[in-house]
């Protein structure tokens, strides 16, 4: 039986980007099934492969945070202003754009339908919108043709900054307002209130309610959720780290040029 087993590769880090240990677990698992089926009298064992595949899975649950949905699409991840992604139903400024060459520039309202995804640069700034999503794009008032504000209606966005001065730039929601300097953020609005991650660099989070603030730093993920009322005077709370990825992080930063600064060379 031993020389039938398939041999395990190692985990390895290629360029920063991980290789998904879940799936390898679960590869590795399916070829030790299928050589155990194939001998009936061992298939009892089929239990014992599969709680092994879920072991060495996991001390990665960082890595498998990724739910359904948010798996990374065909992102254009050279670096260039405009549409790095498009699919389904996109709306810019109430008209419907179906070509990647569309503008989208500082002063436009962006939609997206239940089946839209929408990947763009512009300057040094990276976003994706994800399905039912609503964001404004402000001009910055000194050079128009860059991202001055933003305003997440609904929905949710991932987003990639270039460093900024001081004052930097803000993102308003219906719960807090979010100042950002160089740093990258994935906020989702929900029925409670705001999922915000810092998912690096550093933001501050003010309650539109209550006008109080909170400094959230992160260097691989530091998710909050912003509460719409508060509980025993608390606005604000740790949340775990869900719907969006490592992965869709770093491929925004390519978009503009950058990489995450969690990517870094294989040790292996």
């Known amino acids: 039986m031993k020389g039938n087993l398939p041999r395990m590769r190692p985990y390895k880090t290629v360029i920063g980007i991980h ?6 677990a679960l590869m590795h698992a399916n070829r030790l099934i299928t050589t155990l089926t194939d001998r009936p009298e061992q298939a009892n064992r089929r239990r014992v492969v599969v709680g092994a595949a879920a072991l060495v899975a996991a001390p990665f649950g960082h890595v498998l945070a990724q739910t359904p949905g948010t798996a990374l699409p065909p992102v254009k991840t050279t670096a260039f202003d405009g549409i790095h992604y498009l699919r389904g139903l996109v709306r810019v400024n109430g008209e419907r754009i179906t070509s990647e060459r569309a503008v989208i520039k500082p002063g436009d309202t962006l939609t997206t339908g239940s089946d839209g995804q929408l990947w763009f640069a512009v300057g040094t700034d990276a976003f ?47 719960t807090a307002t979010i100042g950002i300097r ?25 309650s539109n309610r209550t006008g109080a ?15 719409d009322e508060p509980i025993d005077g608390s606005w ?24 995450a600064p969690w990517v870094k060379k294989s040790f292996f």
């Open 19 to 24: 290789s998904n240990p879940f799936e390898d």
């Open 128 to 174: 994706f919108l994800r399905q039912r999503t609503e964001l404004v794009i402000q001009p910055n008032p000194s050079q128009i043709t860059l991202v001055g504000a933003l305003r997440l209606v609904t929905g949710a966005v991932g987003s990639a900054f270039g460093k900024r001065s001081a004052g930097g730039l803000r993102i308003t929601t219906a």
């Open 182 to 206: 160089g740093t990258g953020t994935y906020l989702e609005t929900r029925g409670d209130g705001l999922y915000c991650c810092t998912c690096h660099g550093e933001v501050e989070l003010t």
């Open 213 to 227: 603030s909170a400094i959230v730093k992160g260097t691989q993920h530091s998710p909050r959720l912003c509460i």
């Open 236 to 259: 604000i709370k740790e949340a775990p780290f869900e719907t969006h990825t490592d992965e869709e992080m770093d491929a925004l930063e390519k978009c503009v040029g950058r990489r």
